[in-house]
């Protein structure tokens, strides 16, 4: 099931802009309903009178569910990695091969489809 406040709030926007943007795609919610989720989704912030979603870097994001499927195997390949990718996290091959090029954690091996630890001791 998708948020449906994750495409309404990558802009700022009012209350009542929310409101209606949400009742555009068919959901009736009360102005206590979208405070009580702003203020359990810690993504949420109010600046200026709107609210806005701030999203985590989605490399990082990436690069952390590579690390978790990783686990403490050294060597795993893309199509492993996506198979037990967060369904939350929808991605491709390519974009996880970019991701590994430009990251100090892990390497991209020669034939492109294989990822490598570069150290044992990654931290974030």
């Known amino acids: 099931m998708s948020n449906p406040l994750l495409d309404i709030l ?12 949400l009742k555009e795609k068919g959901y009736e919610w009360s102005e206590d309903q979208l405070k009580l989720y702003v203020e359990l989704d ?8 709107k609210y806005l979603v ?3 870097d989605r490399s990082k994001s ?3 569910e590579v690390d978790r499927i ?15 990718m967060l369904s939350s996290i929808e991605t491709t091959k390519e ?9 100090e954690l ?7 489809i294989a990822i490598k630890r570069k150290n044992k001791n990654n931290l974030y």
């Open 10 to 21: 990558n802009v700022p926007r009012t209350t009542g802009e929310i409101l209606e943007k």
């Open 106 to 112: 892990f390497e991209l091996l020669s034939n492109n």
């Open 62 to 64: 990436i690069l952390l």
């Open 54 to 56: 701030e999203t985590v």
């Open 95 to 103: 974009e996880i091969a970019s991701i590994i090029k430009q990251s």
């Open 70 to 84: 990783m686990g403490t195997k050294e060597i795993i390949t893309i199509p492993a990695i996506l198979k037990e």
């Open 42 to 49: 810690k993504d949420v912030h109010f600046k200026g009178g």
